[in-house]
C-alpha cells in the first residue's frame, strides 16, 4: 500500500504538471523560445540554492527568482542588446551563481541535487495539491491570453498593431513559464524540466490541424508520459525522471513517423 501510495502520487503530480506544460510549450516551440525555459530554470536553481541558504522553502526561493527572472527578461526587447543574447546571460548568470551558492552549503548539498535531477518520487500529498491547484490556474490564465498570445507568435501587423495587449500576453506567458519552473524542478529537475516544454508539444504537431488542437495533444501526451516513465522506471530501476523525459521522447518518435506515414 506504501508503495502504491508513492506511485500513484508520482504518476499523478507528474502528469498533472507535464499536463499543464503543454499548451505554454505550444508557443515555446512556436516562437523558438526554449533558451528562455532553460534560462528560467536555471535562476530556479538559483533561487532554490539562495532559499535553502535563508532556511526558507526552497520551492518559494525557486518561484521568486523565477518569476522576477521572467520579468526581466520582459524588457529584453526594449534593449540594444538582442533578446536571445540578453536572456543567455541572464540565465547562466543564474546557473553559475546557483553552484556557487551551492559550493557554500555541504549540509544541504543533496537536497539541491533533487532540484537539479528531480524527485517524483518523493512527492508529498501537499506537493500533489499544490501542482494540481497550479495546473489549474496556468490553464486558466493561458485560456485568458490565448489569442493575444498566437495572434503574437504568428508576427505581422496585427501583433504589432496589439501594442500594450501584446505585452501584457508576454508578460503573463513568461510567467506562467516561471511557475511551471519553480513546480517541475520538483518533479524533473532543472535539467530536464525544458524537455517536458517542448516535447511533448513536438510531439503533437504531427496530429493536430488547429493551435487549439495541438496544445491538447501537447497536455494529453505530456499526460501519458508520466505513467509511461514510471513504468519504465520500475522495470529497468532506472530514475524516474530522466525515464519520464525519456517516455516523451518515445511518444515524440511515435508521432513524427505516423506524421510521415500520413503525408503519403
Same mark, same amino acid.
Not at 557554500?104 to 500529498?125: I, K, P
Not at 490565448?146 to 503573463?172: H, N
Given at each position: ?10 504518476? +499523478? ?14 508557443? #515555446? ?17 538559483? /533561487?532554490?540554492? #539562495? ?5 526558507? !522553502? ?25 533578446? /536571445? ?39 508529498? !500529498? ?12 496556468? +490553464? ?34 513568461? #510567467? ?16 530536464? #524540466? ?33 505513467? +509511461? ?36
Amino acid at each position: 500500500m506504501i508503495i502504491d501510495d508513492f506511485l500513484w502520487r508520482a504518476g +499523478l503530480g507528474a502528469g498533472l504538471l507535464a499536463a499543464a506544460c503543454g499548451p505554454i510549450g505550444c508557443f #515555446i516551440l512556436w516562437r523558438r523560445m526554449a533558451y528562455v525555459g532553460e534560462s528560467v530554470a536555471h535562476m530556479g536553481l538559483l /533561487g532554490a540554492a #539562495i532559499g535553502l541558504l535563508m532556511g526558507v !522553502n526552497a520551492l518559494v526561493g525557486t518561484a521568486a527568482l523565477a518569476i522576477a527572472a521572467a520579468l526581466i527578461m520582459t524588457r529584453a526587447s526594449d534593449r540594444t542588446i538582442p533578446a /536571445g543574447t540578453f536572456v543567455g546571460i541572464i540565465g547562466h548568470m543564474g546557473l553559475a551563481l546557483g553552484f556557487i551558492v551551492l559550493s557554500l552549503m555541504d549540509t544541504v548539498r543533496t537536497d539541491l541535487l533533487g532540484y537539479l535531477f528531480g524527485d517524483v518520487l518523493a512527492l508529498s !500529498n501537499q506537493d500533489l495539491i499544490a501542482i494540481a491547484a497550479v495546473g489549474i490556474v496556468v +490553464l486558466c490564465a493561458t485560456a485568458v491570453i490565448w489569442k493575444p498570445l498566437l495572434r503574437s507568435a504568428a508576427g505581422g501587423p496585427i501583433a504589432a498593431a496589439e501594442g500594450r495587449t501584446s505585452a501584457l500576453a508576454q508578460t503573463g506567458f513568461l #510567467i506562467l513559464t516561471a511557475v511551471l519552473v519553480a513546480f517541475g524542478l520538483k518533479v524533473v529537475g532543472a535539467l530536464l #524540466i525544458v524537455a517536458l516544454l517542448i516535447i511533448p508539444p513536438a510531439a503533437a504537431r504531427p496530429l493536430a490541424k488547429t493551435p487549439e488542437a495541438m496544445a491538447l495533444w501537447a497536455a494529453l501526451l505530456g499526460a501519458i508520459s508520466a505513467p +509511461l516513465g514510471l513504468a519504465a522506471s520500475l522495470a529497468v530501476d532506472a530514475p524516474a525522471g530522466p525515464c519520464i523525459v525519456l517516455a516523451a521522447g518515445g511518444l515524440f518518435a511515435l508521432s513524427s513517423v505516423y506524421g510521415l506515414i500520413a503525408k503519403r
